[in-house]
Every structure is written in C-alpha cells, then in structure tokens.
C-alpha cells in the first residue's frame, strides 16, 4: 500500500457541525497523532451544541481523545439541522479559526456527506483553509452515504478499542440511537482496515494534493 508521510505537523484544524462528530470521523486519528507528537496544537470548531450537555460532552472528549495535546476548543450554538439557514454565522466561525492558525493539517467533514450540515461545513472549509492538506472523515449513518476514500489512517487494535470505549464514555447523550455503537464503529473500521491491508484504519476523503517528489 503506497503511504504519504506528511513534513511537519505541529498543529491541525478540526471542524465539526455536531458535538461527536470529530470523534466518529477522526478519533482513532487523533489518538495517533497525540501520541506521536505530544505538545501538538489542536484547534477544534464545532458550529452546534453550544451552551447544552453536547458541548460539556465535547470538551471532555476531546481532551480525552487528543491526550498529551495543547486542545482549544470553540463550540457555537447553532441549531442543529439549520446550517442552511445560518450560512454567514457558520462561514464567519470557518475564517475566524483560519485568522487564528495556520494548521499542517485540517480534519472535516467531506462534501459528499449526505447531511446538510456536514456537507455544509465541508464546502466552506475550501473557502478559508485554500492552500492546506485538508482530509473529509465519514461518519456511519442510516443515509447509506458510505463512498470510496483516498486515504487512510491506520489504526492499531488498542487505539480502535480506545476510540469505541471513549465515544461510549464521553457521548451519553447518543446511546439510544440504533446506529451509535460498538459494532458500527469497529465494524466499518474493519472494513477500512481491510481495504488499505491493515486490521483497522479511518479513511478519508480529498480532493487535492501537492506532491514534493525531487527529494
């Protein structure tokens, strides 16, 4: 399987539309990243929850997902399901974190996912984050949205293990839903792991990429 090692990374954007989201899509990723780089700068916007039990759930989990990194955190209170509606306030938080970092890396949602909201966010991140390696994280849902990634992030079986118990511990609120649990989320992480021959991976999804060959 052909790897691309990226250069530096000391600090990567995350956007979220929900509180979760960032976990479903990247938490294994996360939890590997901090791990290697402990003192990585994590900059994380989520467009909803904030104010209620999702953005106190949101703050726990990423300090647990992102162990050993510098975690700023801003969750706005826009309502979930609307971000059609509130295009400026979702567009002016996109260019704030832009004016406040210049991220190796960004983390979002991808722009064919089938709900409104992440794939609103995903085609404002082009809009602000214009010359960085930007990756779309799949979250499992009943859409049926799944498609065909181009990169991977492969997971060790601990980290895969850590991600499901940490989604479980930091997301109450999500329990009940049919889809949020266990077997969902190793199951599509052993799906992913098989297509890039590894146990468990994240995939992602991008539209471009620079390469540096002369090396």
């Known amino acids: 399987m052909n790897r691309l090692v990226p250069g530096s990374l000391h600090v990567v954007a995350v956007l979220a539309a929900h509180c979760d989201d960032i976990a479903i899509g990247a938490g294994g990723t996360l939890l590997t990243m901090c791990a290697a780089r402990p003192g990585l700068r994590v900059e994380a916007l989520v467009l ?28 706005l209170k826009l309502p979930d399901g609307r971000l059609p509606a509130h295009w400026d306030e979702a567009k002016d938080a996109v260019e704030d974190l832009r004016a406040r970092c210049d ?34 994280y799949e979250i499992v849902k009943w859409d049926g949205d799944l498609g065909t990634p181009q990169a991977y992030q492969p997971l060790q079986s601990d980290v895969a293990e850590t991600k499901v118990q940490l989604l479980q511990r930091h997301y109450p609120s999500q329990r009940h839903r049919p889809w949020y649990d266990r077997e969902a989320f190793l199951g599509l992480a052993r799906i992913r792991g098989i297509e890039c021959q590894e146990r468990y991976a994240e995939a992602f999804y991008t539209r471009k990429l620079t390469l540096s060959l002369e090396g």
Do not use: K, N
Request: hydrophobic fraction near 35%.
């Open 48 to 75: 909803s929850g904030g104010g209620t039990e999702r953005e106190d759930e949101e703050r726990a989990a990423l300090a647990a997902f992102c162990p050993g990194a510098d975690v700023t955190a801003t969750v």
């Open 103 to 136: 991220p190796d890396l960004v983390l979002a949602p991808r722009t064919d996912d089938a709900h409104q909201d992440h794939r609103g966010l995903a085609r404002l991140v082009p809009t602000a984050f214009r010359g960085h390696l930007t990756l779309g």
